[in-house]
């Protein structure tokens, strides 16, 4: 397992990264922007999705037009055929990882489209935006939901961060199994650093804090029958905290306020777009209130 944040991420079978809330409602609403793209475009167009992950908008644009041409690029080792249990409609996608947006293996004009799901704003956004138009034909579209500072995306992460440092800390739960598989505590205080963490910890979230004590639980049953094991669990438990970690602090860096929307807006016009969207995406919630998931931005090549 590598220690890129994202590729970890991506290994774990998951096709979204950025989910609001689990509301299926919710994901229709988010969905029916990049559906609406794929019913303007003609059938068999090439459309390339910028920092694509396990593939979520090529999954969406193939869902209304399966004739589309699309090939993914992603700076992680992204391979969603492997990855995904369920990966739909993606074996026709063409997945390059590896791959920077900032340094795109095509040749200029190549793509009738390009998308980016919160992917463009993870790279130095002027040169993303110079590459992203660089290698769309003329009357192609642009369009892009990027992360906003104030979204309920990155509400949760400040708390989970907290979360996870506690895990990690010096005399932490860790920190804490790791003494007891090196046989310097027993199970009884491995227990009890496990009971104040639970008694101080103000967040404890089932993804962070339950994976880590379902773990401890697993460790416990392993380490008798076979040591060397619980050791391995232990470190993939270990690695893949860290990489939450960075994951939610790339996040957390990546999300535009006001300012620096626009500015992506002005370079992006600045570079031969004419932007029909721009503005804020939010979505109606089950009680009535909105939710604020991004800013949607869209745009043509003169
Ligand atoms: C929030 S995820 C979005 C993934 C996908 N678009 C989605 O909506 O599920 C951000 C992705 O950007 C990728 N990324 C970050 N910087 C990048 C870069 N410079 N070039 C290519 N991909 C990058 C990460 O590896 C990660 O997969």
């Given at each position: 397992?590598?220690?890129?944040?994202?590729?970890?991420?991506?290994?774990?079978?998951?096709?979204?990264?950025?989910?609001?809330?689990?509301?299926?409602?919710?994901?229709?609403?988010?969905?029916?922007?990049?559906?609406?793209?794929?019913?303007?475009?003609?059938?068999?167009?090439l459309v390339l999705d910028l920092a694509s992950g396990n593939g979520a908008i090529p999954?969406?644009?193939?869902?209304?037009?399966?004739?589309?041409?699309?090939?993914?690029?992603?700076?992680?080792?992204?391979?969603?055929?492997?990855?995904?249990?369920?990966?739909?409609?993606?074996?026709?996608?063409?997945?390059?990882?590896?791959?920077?947006?900032?340094?795109?293996?095509?040749?200029?004009?190549?793509?009738?489209?390009?998308?980016?799901?919160?992917?463009?704003?993870?790279?130095?956004?002027?040169?993303?935006?110079?590459?992203?138009?660089?290698?769309?034909?003329?009357?192609?579209?642009?369009?892009?939901?990027?992360?906003?500072?104030?979204?309920?995306?990155?509400?949760?992460?400040?708390?989970?961060?907290?979360?996870?440092?506690?895990?990690?800390?010096?005399?932490?739960v860790m920190a804490g199994i790791e003494s007891y598989l090196a046989e310097r505590i027993?199970?009884?205080?491995?227990?009890?650093?496990?009971?104040?963490?639970?008694?101080?910890?103000?967040?404890?979230?089932?993804?962070?804090?339950?994976?880590?004590?379902?773990?401890?639980?697993?460790?416990?049953?392993?380490?008798?029958?076979?040591?060397?094991?619980?050791?391995?669990?232990?470190?993939?438990?270990?690695?893949?905290?860290?990489?939450?970690?960075?994951?939610?602090?790339?996040?957390?860096?990546?999300?535009?306020?006001?300012?620096?929307?626009?500015?992506?807006?002005?370079?992006?016009?600045?570079?031969?777009?004419?932007?029909?969207?721009?503005?804020?995406?939010?979505?109606?919630?089950?009680?009535?209130?909105?939710?604020?998931?991004?800013?949607?931005?869209?745009?043509?090549?003169?």
């Amino acid at each position: 397992m590598g220690t890129d944040p994202w590729t970890v991420y991506w290994q774990g079978d998951h096709l979204e990264s950025c989910i609001a809330s689990q509301s299926p409602a919710d994901s229709k609403q988010i969905a029916a922007y990049w559906q609406d793209l794929a019913s303007q475009l003609a059938d068999a167009s090439l459309v390339l999705d910028l920092a694509s992950g396990n593939g979520a908008i090529p999954q969406l644009l193939l869902s209304v037009n399966r004739t589309l041409d699309i090939c993914a690029v992603d700076k992680a080792e992204i391979a969603p055929l492997n990855y995904l249990s369920q990966a739909g409609e993606l074996a026709s996608v063409r997945f390059l990882p590896a791959t920077d947006i900032c340094d795109l293996p095509f040749a200029p004009n190549s793509f009738d489209a390009v998308t980016s799901q919160f992917g463009l704003e993870y790279a130095p956004l002027t040169r993303a935006c110079q590459c992203a138009v660089k290698v769309l034909k003329k009357h192609g579209t642009i369009r892009l939901l990027m992360h906003h500072q104030d979204s309920e995306i990155l509400r949760p992460t400040t708390a989970i961060l907290s979360e996870i440092a506690r895990l990690l800390a010096r005399e932490g739960v860790m920190a804490g199994i790791e003494s007891y598989l090196a046989e310097r505590i027993d199970f009884n205080q491995l227990e009890t650093i496990g009971q104040h963490y639970l008694r101080v910890a103000s967040v404890r979230t089932r993804q962070v804090s339950g994976q880590v004590f379902a773990g401890i639980t697993q460790i416990a049953a392993e380490v008798k029958r076979n040591p060397g094991h619980a050791r391995t669990l232990m470190l993939n438990m270990k690695k893949k905290l860290v990489a939450e970690q960075a994951r939610l602090l790339q996040l957390q860096d990546a999300a535009l306020n006001a300012e620096q929307a626009h500015k992506v807006e002005e370079t992006l016009t600045d570079l031969g777009i004419i932007i029909d969207l721009f503005k804020p995406l939010t979505i109606d919630d089950d009680e009535g209130g909105k939710i604020l998931i991004g800013w949607q931005l869209s745009g043509i090549k003169k």
